[in-house]
């Protein structure tokens, strides 16, 4: 949307605040499912964070699942939505719990421990389960994590590109903890998770060439070892084990997933939101769907005006790509100095002379799911240029912080 129709769509809110334009939300979702090409996505909650987005999307053709990022969380989900259609949802909790009140609940409630799976990347794993719930305990769902990040040195793991992840890296590996996971009485396995997060995390195509070549390099090569290794695991895991999924990917790596016959999956949720970190990828271009807006509140100099708060980092390096990037009106960038602040952020630019006190700055964020944690509602826009906002909460806004 243009400044135009945003602030007259949000004329009667006072920022700061956050809006989803859902004209943008619901194309970036038919365009990740067009990217599938009729590989199921499941929806990574993480980088959403608001339960009626997470439904809406999950009501869209080419949508099935959601990969949680934490057990409490995906007990919440499926408690909410037991008595809709989108009961029974199949929920992974794409990383380790360590949440001993979490599992007891999960082994004590039987639609729960229908739909929802949880990863293991180890034997620990195994055993915090089983003291966690002690013998005779229900039938827990599992899913084995494999590393497929990249070991160029013949799988020396002293060069390791990519997350540090799953221990579980070779095709024998991953056969030996499905052959323990198959002893464990009360433990299925259930599915397999591969992400390859030096692919689908990091934009091919950023303001440095050099940067940009030396990364397409890499992730081309990356891509044919995992290709070969991931495939093998997913033979090995099989050959003792039958798998319900194998789910690999992410908004960056949907075209090299879709390409590998192992996996029946495909894992995306920050191309829903289109964040600032996803503007340095060459296959895709979403939409900006969620903005928020900053009210500026001082013009100390020319060319210069301030907006209250805005300092809104993403998690990871503490690098320029965190700081969240002014929107609108365009020409604006933030200063080197105070980059955007927790209570005033400066912002520079011929765009700033046309500003006054009260008018706003609409801002992006680096990541998609982690303005949720600043904003307990969400204003929804449909994005075609009418007046109307209606608000929905955040997870937060929910009263839930899972994080």
Known sequence: MDQRSLDAATAHLDPPFAVVDLAAFDSNAADLARRADGRPIRVASKSVRCRPLLERVLRAPGYAGVMA????????LSEAWADTDLAGTDILVAY?????????????????????????????????????????????????????????????????????????????????LAVEIGRRPGIALVGVMAYEGQIAGLGDDPMSRPRGAVLRWMQKRSGAELLRRRSAAIRAVRSVAELEFVNGGGTGSVELTRADPSVTE????????????????????PRPSLLYAVPVVRRPAPRVAT??????LASGPADKARLPRPHLPGGLRLTAMEGAGEVQTPVIGEAADRLRVGDRVWMRHA????????????????GTGGTDATAVPTYRGEGKSFG
Do not use: M, N
């Open 69 to 76: 990022y934490s057990l409490a969380e995906a007990l919440w």
């Open 307 to 312: 907006v209250f708060a805005g300092g809104y």
């Open 367 to 382: 990541k998609a799911g982690e303005p949720a944690e600043r904003f307990t509602e969400y204003h929804l826009i449909d």
């Open 96 to 176: 380790p719990t360590a949440d001993r009140a979490a599992l007891r609940e999960l082994a004590g409630r039987e639609r729960a421990r229908a739909a929802v799976s949880v990863i293991v990347d180890s034997v620990a794993h195994l055993d915090f389960i089983a003291a966690a719930l002690g013998p005779g305990h229900p039938e827990i769902r599992v899913c084995l994590e494999l590393d497929v990040s990249w070991r160029p040195l013949f799988g020396d793991p002293k060069v390791h590109v990519g997350a540090l992840r799953s221990p579980v890296f070779t095709p024998a590996q991953a056969r030996a």
């Open 266 to 285: 495909i894992a995306a949720g920050s191309g829903l939101i289109g964040p600032a970190l996803f503007d340095d990828y060459r296959a895709f271009t």
